[in-house]
């Protein structure tokens, strides 16, 4: 999935490690992530948060996507800063789960993130015809 994940790569997102669901991933903050007040831009660090939930939850098999996610963010993140997520499930009924992302530089944790999973039918990311 990573390897055709075009928007992680553009990110500069590194995938660190990927086990049945748990992921980590990594992405250093550049000059042009940071927002008017000079801190990491909340979209980027949810990027971050995001994919390292996809790996998670696409470690199963079957195509998974997000249902739902929501982020608290507790500390800023700043140009030079590595962020590295950590992706664990923590539910997994049918083709439903429930994962939680932790967003840390170092020890300390700049984001909590939890994303909602369902598992879908491959036919569901055909293009639909224009």
């Given at each position: 999935m990573m390897s055709g994940d075009r928007a992680s790569a553009a990110l500069g997102i590194e995938l660190v490690s990927c086990a049945l669901g748990h992921a980590i991933l990594r992405m250093k903050v550049r000059e042009d992530m940071?927002?008017?007040?000079?801190?990491?831009?909340?979209?980027?660090?949810?990027?971050?948060?995001?994919?390292?939930?996809?790996?998670?939850?696409?470690?199963?098999?079957?195509?998974?996507?997000?249902?739902?996610?929501?982020?608290?963010y507790l500390r800023p993140g700043r140009a030079g800063d590595v962020l590295e997520a950590e992706a664990v499930l923590r539910a997994?009924?049918?083709?439903?789960?429930?994962y939680d992302v932790t967003v840390r530089r170092g020890t300390e944790v700049v984001a909590e993130f939890r994303g909602h999973s369902r598992e879908v039918p491959a036919s569901f990311l055909a293009r639909e015809p224009e």
């Open positions: 940071v927002n008017g007040h000079g801190i990491a831009h909340g979209g980027l660090v949810f990027a971050l948060a995001d994919t390292a939930f996809a790996c998670a939850c696409n470690s199963f098999g079957p195509v998974t996507v997000s249902s739902g996610a929501e982020i608290t997994r009924q049918g083709r439903s789960g429930l």
